[in-house]
T-cell receptor, first 111, second 112 residues
């Protein structure tokens, strides 16, 4: 039972354009959401997060949007750069609980 | 900077061997986790620990055990390695009540 789903295994975007990565969840008890970025042969690193009391959080080129009624969140990267090419994992947690990760989306940004 | 160190980057083991994967963190984090990463399946939780000598099963504990004798060290044990345990293994740690995990660089294990 996959509580956090990333339905797109891969995404290819041209440099300078917007990248939109999507994530759906099923558990209404989740109250905190995070995005991690992973390069090959490295561990995931924290990118950006959002609490369930917000619907948007922005950090430089990265913005996360949360739609609680649809149980959907998305990560926008504008403008996309070749160095953004990596696997992106969405994660969610209920209050005080452990993180549950999605399957990951591999982003490729073409020069 | 918080550092989570996994002792090996690459390991090749034979079927049936007992395998130890070591993880050490240096920032006094209470919580430690073991995940495996497989294509199309994401990060799946094997075991976790919220305190010394404490352990709890994650989503896929079968074929694995863990040991946490000291706060900074969390070991994953494959009792009898099988080819379906070929994977990338990731250790993580966090402070109690903190949502953010810090991951190690991972151990790529191949069982032949």
């Amino acid at each position: 039972d996959q509580q956090v789903k990333q339905n797109s295994p891969s995404l290819s975007v041209q440099e300078g354009r917007i990248s939109i990565l999507n994530c759906d969840y099923t558990n209404s008890m989740f109250d905190y959401f995070l995005w991690y970025k992973k390069y090959p042969a490295e561990g995931p690193t924290f990118l950006i997060s959002i609490s369930s009391i917000k619907d948007k959080n922005e950090d430089g080129r990265f913005t996360v949007f949360l739609n609680k009624s649809a149980k959907h969140l998305s990560l926008h990267i504008v403008p996309s750069q070749p160095g953004d090419s990596a696997v992106y994992f969405c994660a969610a947690s209920p209050r005080g609980g452990k993180l549950i990760f999605g399957q990951g989306t591999e982003l490729s940004v073409k020069p | 900077d918080v550092k989570v160190t996994q002792s090996s980057r690459y390991l090749v083991k034979r079927t049936g061997e007992k395998v130890f994967l070591e993880c050490v963190q240096d920032m006094d984090h209470e919580n430690m986790f073991w995940y495996r990463q497989d294509p199309g399946l994401g990060l799946r939780l094997i075991y976790f620990s919220y305190d010394v000598k404490m352990k709890e099963k994650g989503d896929i504990p079968e074929g694995y055990s863990v040991s946490r004798e000291k706060k900074e060290r969390f070991s994953l044990i494959l009792e009898s390695a099988s080819t379906n345990q070929t994977s990338m293994y990731l250790c993580a740690s966090s402070l109690q009540g903190d949502y953010g995990y810090t991951f190690g660089s991972g151990t790529r294990l191949t069982v032949v």
